[in-house]
């Protein structure tokens, strides 16, 4: 299996500022994955983050919005920019492990919230 | 692209009984993986069952147990003596086998669970 930490577990953010979100990974992945669950609502992929070149965004999704970073095999960032009260949701990641990949891990969740 | 349908938004089970989740998909792909996880209060994606789509039995795991039907896309949940833990929202998940299976999750809406004591 694979222990994942993400960080923040929740926060309360001011509109117009960024937060990022970082997940972090006891075991090489061979896929790390962000998504976003809207309240009461199911996941949405925003972009799948490569090692070592620019993430691939989702429809819907821009790298100005939402810029990500994978500078290893087990470490990645996810921030959200200019935030506004929309982008209030539940932020996961979710990777695949060397070996394993027939199961995705997830993150406990970041639930963010704008105001 | 996959889509993944669950056509129950939410629904009750009485403890000790069996309830039955249904999830429908949509894919011209014949090699895939689906799922189904279970989302409680704290957030945390738990892994409930896996089938492999090349797979012809069905997936069992304690209570958990599917009905895999490939012809007809349908892929449900059965979950026998129902326990209070057991209350969740549970999502159906399609993965594509493609590029060796590095692909990511397509959701389903979710079924929300209850179980009433």
């Known amino acids: 299996s694979a222990v994942i930490s993400q960080k923040p577990s929740r926060d309360i953010c001011q509109r117009g500022t960024s937060l990022t979100i970082q997940c972090q990974v006891d075991?090489?992945?061979?896929?790390m994955f962000w998504y976003r669950q809207q309240p009461g609502q199911s996941l949405t992929l925003i972009a799948t983050?490569?090692?070592?070149?620019?993430?691939?965004?989702e429809s819907g999704f821009v790298i100005d919005k939402f810029p990500i970073s994978r500078p290893n095999l087990t470490f990645s960032t996810l921030t959200v920019s200019n935030m506004s009260p929309e982008d209030s949701s539940i932020y996961l990641c979710?990777?695949?492990?060397?070996?394993?990949?027939?199961?995705?891990?997830f993150g406990q969740g970041t639930r963010l919230t704008v105001v | 692209a996959q889509t993944v349908t669950q056509s129950q938004p939410e629904m009750s089970v009485q403890e000790a009984e069996t309830v039955t989740l249904s999830c429908t998909y949509d894919?011209?792909?014949?090699?895939?993986?689906l799922f189904w996880y279970k989302q409680p209060p704290s957030r945390q994606m738990i892994l409930v069952i896996r089938?492999?789509?090349?797979?012809?039995q069905n997936a069992t795991e304690n209570r958990f147990s599917v009905n895999f039907q490939k012809a007809a896309k349908s892929f449900s949940l059965k979950i026998s003596d129902s326990q209070l833990g057991d209350a969740a929202m549970y999502f159906c998940?399609?993965?594509?086998?493609?590029?060796?299976?590095?692909?990511?999750?397509?959701f389903g809406k979710g079924t929300r669970l209850s179980v009433i004591a």
């Open positions: 979710s990777v695949l492990v060397r070996g394993l990949n027939t199961e995705a891990f």
């Open positions: 075991s090489q992945v061979t896929m």
């Open positions: 894919t011209s792909e014949s090699d895939y993986y």
């Open positions: 983050a490569n090692q070592g070149s620019e993430a691939t965004y």
């Open positions: 998940a399609y993965r594509s086998a493609l590029f060796s299976g590095n692909t990511p999750l397509v």
């Open positions: 089938q492999e789509a090349y797979k012809q």
